[in-house]
């Protein structure tokens, strides 16, 4: 009933709002250009695609409203070319309509020429007929088509529930979408009401090669299996089909989402899962954490030497009133966080992607869901240079991505040996990288096409090794020639007192007298206390810093908020249930006062 009437009030608004008859744009130019949020992106080929979310936009100088809010749905995909250089107020951006429906916050995952749209909320909750999981072809020429994808298992996807807000990546061919909540406005779930906002548990997995859907347990992420407004990557390279890697966020229970910050998880300890393996692992991180926060943008990129280096950017904290405007970098497998010194300009709900050694963030707002500010980055774009971390407003084709040089420096002083693993099973995830050392400082590996292969072991310290294992010989030698002196001068002695000593009763036994020799006690501190290698140059590894936990690692229970401790690490390497509806709602909440508008 709910859902008619927003339809209809639609329709109604239509008739009587005039800006809803006008020409609205799903790319306007950039002086009528205000914000977007709600989108998504994605790279396929030489174009980068910008799908879904809302806008808003001025029209003859004033705000184009929609009803009484000023976001537009946005019916069309758009794309920009990645093959030519750009700028955010030259670019040329490509519209094709849509016939799937216009979602805000749903996911996007990418499979060859083809992204898949699943999730998300519709616009004002105007939902379409059916659920459906929806598919966009590209053309090739930054255009393409939608269609309909049918699950190989049907059964198992009808009794999915449809959800936004969670996070989700794709990983070699498999979408991963964690949690997120279910409102009027993701489906028609009888119960709800206008302001509902109830977690949804659990890991859904879809299988692009099979279209094969999964949905497993997310307990071992959380005690209750739940995240939103987080955001998560892929390790592609890791394990057999990559580590899903979700970030920040929050947790809830299984009743309702308070979107007060009170649930917002701490990125200091990290949990990663195996997709291949269907396992979960809990690393902790060195480095100063990010400060908590949920709503930013993550992108992933792999350097010359196989390291992942993840970059965070913006969000915001709901306990603290906080929009940021900062960029975090973790490197795995240093697992150790770094804060770029560049700060771009304060924003959340915006996404951001790597493109070679670019970071393009598209979209977002500066204060918190207010549609009226207009964006301080023409057309919502900015791009951050990622080897020397500086914000710019323009896109340059065909670079490669060079880690940047805090990070370089990291690697360029520690190795693995430096890492405090968790335990020996996570540890064994990445032996892969037990060759990765230090390289001599200063240099520069950025224009080597195949990966550098280091060894741990420097020229100084061989040259000391060798330098000090001289040094052995001579001292021990040195050692051999004064016992053998000192032993024949006691000899000598002896026979001497020998000679002058007077025989005496056979009753009683002879007694040496003698002078005690000034060789009797070998004194040489410095040969036997202090053996140490000569200095040279050697240089000696230090490891960094670990922060310990301030108090034992606790479970959770539902009537706590310390929802930034971690759970009991026995259970990283517990194998996951895989029923397919376990952790599902059953779709019938109660007790729940009907109140307008909906929730965004």
Known sequence: ???????????????????????????????????????????????????????????????????????????????????????????SIKTTPKTSPAFIRSSHWVHGDSFYMWGGQASYGILPASKDLWKFTVDGAGGGSWDIVNPANRDVFMQ??????????????????????????????????????????????????????????????NLFGTSLFGAATCLEGLGKRGFFLPLGGNVANRVAFVDDGSGLIDMATIKFYDVAANSWYTQGTTGDAPPLRDRFCISVAQSQSKTYEVFIYGGHNGRDKTIYDDVWILSIPAFTWFKAEARGVPRNDHECITVGNQMISVGGFKSFLNF????????????????????????????????????????????????N??????????????QLAPTTPGSDNSDSSEPQQHTRTRTGAIAGAAVGGAVAVVVIGLIFWLVRRHRRNRQEEVAKDQESQPEESTDYPATLQSTPSPHDKLDYPDMYENRRELGGQTTTLYALPVSQPSGPAVELDSSSVGFRRELDGAHTRQELESSPVGTELDGSPTDRVDVSPIRR
Request: charged share 15%.
């Open 160 to 221: 999915l529930t449809r959800s936004t807000g969670a996070s989700w990546t794709t990983c070699n061919g498999m979408g991963l979408y964690m949690g997120g909540y279910q409102s009027l406005g993701t489906d028609n779930i009888t119960g709800l009401t206008s302001l509902s906002r109830v977690p949804v548990p659990g890991l859904l997995t879809f299988d692009t090669n099979t279209n094969t859907w999964s949905n497993r347990s997310a307990t071992n992420f």
């Open 421 to 434: 693993w968790r335990s020996d099973d996570v540890k064994a995830l990445f032996s892969s990288y037990e």
């Open 372 to 419: 009226t500010e207009p964006d301080e980055w023409a057309q919502g774009i900015g791009v951050l240079e990622l080897s020397t971390l500086t914000w710019a407003d323009r896109y340059e084709p065909g670079t490669t991505y060079d880690s940047p040089q805090v990070v370089k420096d990291w690697y360029n002083s520690n190795n693995l040996n430096d890492v």
């Open 1 to 91: 009933m709910a859902v008619g009437m927003l339809s209809v009030l639609f329709v109604l608004l239509s008739f009587l709002d005039p800006a809803l008859c006008q020409d609205l744009s799903p790319a306007p130019a950039p002086e009528n250009f205000v914000r977007r949020l709600g989108h998504r992106l994605v790279v396929i080929g030489d174009y980068l695609y910008i799908d879904g979310g809302e806008i808003s936009q001025t029209v003859n100088g004033g705000l184009a409203a929609f009803g009484d809010h000023y976001s537009n749905p946005i019916n069309d995909t758009l794309s920009i070319s990645l093959a030519e250089s750009w700028n955010n107020v030259s670019v």
